[in-house]
């Protein structure tokens, strides 16, 4: 009897110990990643890469983040307490990095825009911390960042497109088609490299833009696909762009037949010399090597880039008089933004449209007037 007892005790006694040892296994997962009333900057800028992460920023977003932290935020604010970082502090971070020298590749000082940069992920930071009761306030609100001033989106005049359509139309196959494309949808470089094979439908002359190729040093090439709730794009081919894509897939076919077990076979259109994902820096590169070899024979020749491509679609379908939501859409852009970059046209345009009704109207007005005389 006493020995049944003494080993009922035993089990108990051991199943106790169990559930301590739990708890404090617990207890020690959960203070790792507790923080104290006032965490330094590097511990707290580490659990907000893993908050935006789970919340499921995109990986370019990501490791953009990380590239201003390692290179900026914590060699600065690393060391310090978060509730110890005053707007103050923030502005003379902000006269440092516009100081001589701060550019590592010119040795001049960093734009205003890029310094915007870190003061936009330094407030993402302080508002996260705020949030969760570290901060009562935000010091990134009541800092004072330099200002960027505003500069007209750049593009292409009429006389300016047929110089670049001629100068393309002399490249080799490849480049004279995505440079026809850039020029035909304004789209942007990550998603004509993002064209695929299912993305072209000939029979109803269409082509979808639904994914992005992309570069990062820590990623390599890679595809991001759009959004869940963002749709892609379906836009019609002209018979121009319809007849080269096919010539090009053509060729496209006799090369990968030529490098046999050396291709890297994928589905985009647009590949690297032995297929694979192709790198869109080598895009920009192309362009800027075109501009200077056309500008030995003509120095007024236009520079050449793809976001510059994108300005010069936007600016004349709006000169054309196409509204806002068409054009957005047309170039996979939000109506809000096209109206904020754009609006010294569609303030034009606006004027231009309050100048015909005007004009339509004036005889009656004129009539109604002599009338009432």
């Not at 003509?298 to 010069?312: E, G, I, S």
């Not at 936007?314 to 109206?339: C, F, K, N, W």
Request: proline fraction near 4%.
């Amino acid at each position: 009897m006493i020995v049944g007892i003494s080993n009922y005790l035993l089990r108990w006694y051991c199943f106790l110990l169990l559930l301590y040892d739990i708890s404090r296994q617990k207890s020690t997962i959960c203070c790792d990643r507790a923080f104290s009333k006032n965490p330094k900057f590097r511990d707290f800028a580490k659990e907000f890469m893993v908050i935006k992460k789970n919340m499921g920023d995109e990986i370019s977003t990501l490791n953009r983040y990380d590239d201003i932290l390692q290179n900026r935020l914590l060699p600065y604010f690393g060391d310090m307490n978060l509730q110890d970082i005053t707007p103050l502090t923030l502005n003379r971070f902000y006269e440092k990095m516009l100081e001589t020298g701060q550019n590592k590749k010119t040795g001049g000082s960093l734009s205003p825009k890029t310094v915007r940069s870190y003061h936009q992920l330094l407030s993402s930071i302080f508002a996260e911390a705020k949030k969760q009761g570290i901060l009562s306030k935000n010091p990134a609100e009541s800092s004072s960042p330099p200002k960027v001033a505003k500069r007209l989106p750049n593009y292409y005049q009429e006389d300016e497109i047929i110089l670049i359509a001629e100068a393309l139309s002399q490249q080799t196959l490849k480049w004279h088609l995505m440079g026809l494309l850039f020029l035909h949808y304004g789209a942007r470089r990550g998603e004509i490299l993002g064209i695929k094979r299912q993305s072209l439908d000939f029979e109803h002359k269409q082509i979808t833009f639904s994914s992005s190729v992309l570069y990062h040093s820590k990623s390599g090439t890679y595809e991001k696909e759009y959004p869940k709730n963002e749709k892609a794009r379906v836009l019609p081919m002209s018979d121009d762009i319809t007849l080269l894509l096919k010539k090009y897939l053509s060729w496209l076919d006799r090369e990968k037949e030529k490098w046999g077990d050396q291709w890297i076979d994928t589905d985009y259109i647009f590949t690297g010399e032995h297929g694979g994902k192709m790198n869109p820096d080598s895009v920009t590169c192309f362009f800027k090597r075109l501009t200077n070899r056309c500008r030995t024979n003509n120095p007024d020749f236009p520079h050449l880039n793809p976001h510059a491509f994108r300005h010069t679609v936007v600016s004349h379908l709006l000169r054309q008089g196409l509204d806002i939501v068409t054009v957005a859409y047309y170039v996979g852009d939000d109506p809000y933004t096209i109206e904020k970059h754009y609006a010294h046209l569609i303030i034009s345009g606006k004027k231009e449209a309050a100048d015909i009704m005007s004009g339509l109207l004036h005889p009656a007005s004129q009539e109604c007037a002599m009338k009432a005389s």
